[in-house]
């Protein structure tokens, strides 16, 4: 196949997310001849329609929140503070309109070649992207690149029922721009996204259910705080079902709601065959939007990966420990997309990104490591996590001891009308290491970095206690007396 000399690149990177632009630029900065694709606009999920943009809804609402808390605590007027959805909406999109300017911008400056269109592979090392269309023709150009990245990130899973199509998803959630929310707001599973949207939405005024499939929602963390959590969550009028699973979603004739079908009884698993249908009992539920919060897949649609020889799985792109295609060496894998262990997060997108790029620089160096990743639900209050679960170090062979504690009557919590938080720290009884660290409460996002900074140098809890000066008043002044 005949390739234009401008078209053979050192590096060509699929999407312009963390993970893309972080391999990108350092590729850049180190010499190599780097093109850029998206399909979408340039800046990926976490600035457009993922963490940043969320953070700034959570931040509004937990105004709302804290008004609340300090009802009858001195602070007057609390009953009137509330949300204009579409002003706050409006606040957001200062935050994503500018930036994917930017991000071009800041490629073209580095000397990174754009370009938009779908990308899609034609060979072990060629890809087309199918631009724009402009009358009848697609604009279409083959790359060829030495070396190729796969940053395509995730998307939501399909839900195989009835009336899927009548589901708003995440990016569609984040852009609804009406003066309020609908009144009535379901969401489909009880995820990480489906909280924090849940506790969004019911801080600006919506009635909120969460239907999940599980005995217990946010299944990767602890379930101690998770029941706290919930608590909460039902506190402030979130209904949350579980052991629900939605069969079909209706929508009314005139279009404005919904009635989402469900079966309500213990989910039975792939390889059970018992029949617990009788079990199950079949219940409706009214609504006006019906939200997806069941989950993200590998976003591999479209690619043809099999063109270039690469395998992948559910899970995504089957990558070695250097984050290399284990069946095409000119391909790495990074992100959401990668199957490499690390969880769907932008912290683990910055660092493949990194790591990528080193292992392409300097030849495979690198292998990654996944100690010490923490991840939080920006829920009011947070629930952060990091390291192993009680559950998992059990089952592990640890020899540990547990600190649990409701800390609702910590002045930490107190002076800020918090009524839900508490910890739960894992010390490894020989070595006195720090196995995971669970909170919740205030501030539960920043105090977990200085415990993922323990779990990911190896400190000890007694190094985490006595060299340490921390500020006081603070949540992490809070940590001595976790240990
Ligand atoms: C609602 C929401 C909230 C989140 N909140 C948090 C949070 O608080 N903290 C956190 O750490 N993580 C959060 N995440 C997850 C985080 O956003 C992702 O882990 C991260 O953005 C993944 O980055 P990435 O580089 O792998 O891919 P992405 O940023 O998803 O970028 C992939 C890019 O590839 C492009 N692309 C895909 N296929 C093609 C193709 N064939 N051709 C051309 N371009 C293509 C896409 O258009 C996209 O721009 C959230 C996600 C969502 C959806």
Request: charged share 20%; glycine share 10%.
């Amino acid at each position: 196949m005949h390739t234009d000399e401008d078209h053979i690149f050192d590096l060509i990177v699929i999407g312009t997310g963390t993970a893309a632009s972080t391999t990108a630029h350092e590729c850049s900065s180190a010499g190599w001849k780097v093109a850029i694709i998206d399909s979408l606009s340039f800046g990926g999920t976490c600035a457009l329609r993922g963490c940043d943009p969320k953070k700034v809804l959570v931040e509004a609402v937990k105004v709302v929140d804290s008004a609340q808390r300090h009802q009858n605590k001195g602070v007057l007027g609390s009953d009137k503070v509330h949300i204009k959805w579409s002003d706050l909406i409006r606040f957001k999109r200062t935050f994503t309109e500018p930036f994917p300017k930017h991000r071009e911008e800041g490629y073209k400056k580095a000397g990174i070649v754009p370009f938009h269109g779908h990308a899609q592979f034609i060979g072990w090392n060629a890809i087309r992207v199918e631009g724009e269309e402009k009358g009848n023709n697609k604009n279409s150009i083959v790359l060829n690149g030495k070396k190729i990245l796969v940053a395509t990130g995730a998307k939501p899973v399909g839900l195989s029922i009835p009336g899927s199509a009548n589901i708003t998803t995440s990016d569609q959630f984040l852009e609804f721009e009406e003066d309020h929310l609908p009144n009535r707001i379901l969401f489909v599973g009880g995820g990480y996204i489906s909280f924090e949207f849940a506790h969004i939405a019911a801080r600006a005024g919506a009635k909120v259910t969460i239907l999940h499939r599980g005995k217990q929602p946010l299944e990767h963390f602890d379930p101690d705080l998770v029941n706290l959590l919930v608590q909460r969550s039902q506190d402030i009028g979130i209904d949350i079902h579980l052991q629900s699973a939605v069969e079909k979603i209706d929508k009314s004739s005139d279009g404005g709601s919904y009635a989402v079908h469900y079966s309500n009884g213990p989910v039975v698993s792939n390889n059970n065959n018992n029949d617990n249908s009788q079990n199950k009992t079949t219940k409706r539920i009214e609504c006006d939007m019906v939200v997806h919060g069941a989950g993200r897949i590998p976003n591999v649609e479209g690619l043809d990966l099999a063109a270039a020889g690469i395998e992948h799985t559910m899970r995504g792109i089957k990558v070695n420990e250097y984050l290399q295609s284990v069946s095409n060496p000119s391909v790495y894998a990074a992100g959401d997309v990668a199957a490499s262990g690390g969880l769907p997060l932008t912290p683990v997108a910055t660092y493949e990104g990194r790591l990528v790029a080193t292992n392409l620089v300097k030849g495979n160096v690198l292998k990654s490591n996944y100690s010490g990743l923490p991840s939080v639900v920006f829920a009011i209050p947070p629930l952060a996590s990091v390291g192993m679960q009680e559950k998992e170090a059990k089952e592990a062979g640890f020899r540990f001891r547990i600190k649990y504690e409701n800390t609702a009557s910590w002045a930490s919590s107190r002076r800020l009308g918090e009524t839900c938080s508490g910890f739960k720290v894992l010390i490894e009884k020989d070595s006195d290491r720090i196995l995971g660290a669970h909170i919740l409460g205030p501030h539960a996002e920043e105090v977990i970095n200085i415990f993922s900074m323990a779990i990911r140098l190896g400190l000890t809890a007694k190094e985490l206690e006595d060299p340490l000066l921390y500020t006081y008043p603070t949540n992490s002044s809070d940590i001595v007396y976790m240990l």
